[in-house]
């Protein structure tokens, strides 16, 4: 059985499937209306008179993805069970494709695919294959869609499904760039579906920080996160969102605050010249925030020992800063770490609270802050720890650690993207 969707000649091959009224809910309406004009909900998404769910097989290429204030990212699904009559059936421009994203780990001077993230032997809409993760800033956007372009990306698809506030300020851009429209989802909705997805289909990914403050000890440890409710998500993007899950599916945001990795890469770009997120880590790394911070030693002469506060604890953010000789002594290493732990321990702080608040003993810390960010990591395992007198775990997920939470909509995007009803 075939259908071809809003007139155009790429048919889609469809077959039967029953559903239940839990995962019926969760269809985008717009899908559904691309597909059928006539279609018509009560109570949200609750069908009247629809009765069958189908699922189609949809044409490649199939992407998904996040459009961030400050990073766009893509989920590409690579299919590797592909038959010989597809191989035959397939035209050029899909081919070439599917070569330039999954040959290639660079795209111009700004698109990275990071290979080491990539998941093998995944199946989405009943096709098995290999998941790419792939980043650029959403500053580029421009130079992206001239790229799609060029490689006939809007003679492939007319829909692309996306998330992020992103999908909202740049759909007039795709439409009339590339003629491609833009399925939009929410983006807490993608965040905590497209976790669970992840980790069902990779038992290592939580992790958490064993010995955070001592080097020679620190290790990454196994965290069993088979059963997790309820927990907590500190969502650490531009800015910071903070959600209780409390079962599949089922969350509320409690707080956030605006002080976030966009933050910490706008202050290290005025206050040491850096240009993007990698360098401006890269100085952290090298800097010591002693010399810009105030510590509870620098005000007591030691330990604060009435309300147990170590003299190594930071009393005062960017404290020292005013003194003239300090100023001219300090390092834009130094600025940059005082940027990162001031940050942080503001998530940090929050999150502590928020937990305690809800009673919540796990709380998973995700999002573009934490990529290649091995300091706030520590750094918030042990506040975690400390301030908590070990009650409270800080948890983190490998895919997000090493690139970005949002990969965690995208993902979700592809399981959703594929499925509308009929009568």
Known sequence: MSTEK??????????????????????????????????????????????????IDAAMPWFGMDIGGTLTKLVYFEPTDITPDEADMEVETLKNIRRYLTKNSAYGNTGRRDSHLQMND???????????FIRFPTSKMATF????????????????????GGAYKFENQFLQEVNLKLHKFDELDSTISGMEFIDAHNHCECFYWANPKDDSRCEKVPFDFSDPYPFMVVNVGSGVSMLVVTGPGKYRRVTGTSLGGGTFLGLCCLLTGCSSFEEAIQLAANGDNTCVDKLVKDIYGGDYEKFGLHGDLVASSFGQMNSKDRRASVTKEDLARATLVTITNNIGSIARMCAVNEEISRVVFIGNFLRVNTISMKLLSYAMDYWSSGSLKALFLEHEVCLFFSYFRTVQILKKKYFFFVS
């Open 145 to 164: 869609l001239d790229l799609a372009k060029s490689k006939g990306m809007a003679t492939l698809a007319s829909t692309v499904c996306a998330t992020g």
């Open 6 to 55: 809003n007139g155009s000649s790429n048919s889609t091959t469809i077959s039967r499937r029953n559903f239940s009224t839990s995962e019926k809910s969760e269809i985008p309406r717009e899908i559904l209306l691309d597909f059928d004009p006539h279609f018509s909900t009560s109570k949200g998404l609750r069908l009247k008179s629809y009765k069958k769910m189908l699922m």
């Open 122 to 132: 995944v199946y989405i809409g009943g096709r098995k294959g290999i998941l790419h």
